[in-house]
């Protein structure tokens, strides 16, 4: 009997860590895509983590409309040869690609861009 129990238990905790492999960052929906909510989230996190912090080229009280406007700029240019020229095109190379593309969408929405 409590070998069956041990048992059950042990299958009901595979299937528990199966699953939560799966789909662990919570975030990422199966196929690849990405929510706007899970979008907004993450940019915020990371504006907050890699530009807007005490050891991070932006200080927290810095971030207001006019410099999410000039990283916009910035972000919207990346690629481009013409640069919008403020020192937020240098601070948005800590950001890898997928990361860019996530505080954006967290600047046009945060501040109405």
């Not at 595979?14 to 196929?31: E, H, N």
């Not at 080229?57 to 990283?71: M, T, V």
């Not at 190379?93 to 954006?104: A, F, N």
Request: charge should be positive; include cysteine; aromatic fraction near 6%.
């Amino acid at each position: 009997m409590r070998r069956n129990i041990a048992a059950w238990i042990v299958v009901g905790v595979a299937i528990v860590l199966v699953q939560s492999s799966v789909f662990a960052s919570g975030s990422i929906r199966p196929g690849g895509t990405i929510s706007a909510r899970d979008a907004y989230t993450q940019g915020k996190a990371l504006t907050f983590q890699k530009l807007v912090c005490a050891s991070c080229p932006i200080s927290s009280g810095e971030l207001n409309r006019d410099r999410a406007i000039s990283l916009k700029n910035s972000l919207e240019a990346r690629d481009e040869s013409d640069k919008p020229g403020t020192p937020d095109d240098e601070h948005i190379k800590v950001l890898d690609r997928d990361e860019q593309e996530m505080v954006h969408y967290y600047l046009l929405r945060r501040f109405k861009l």
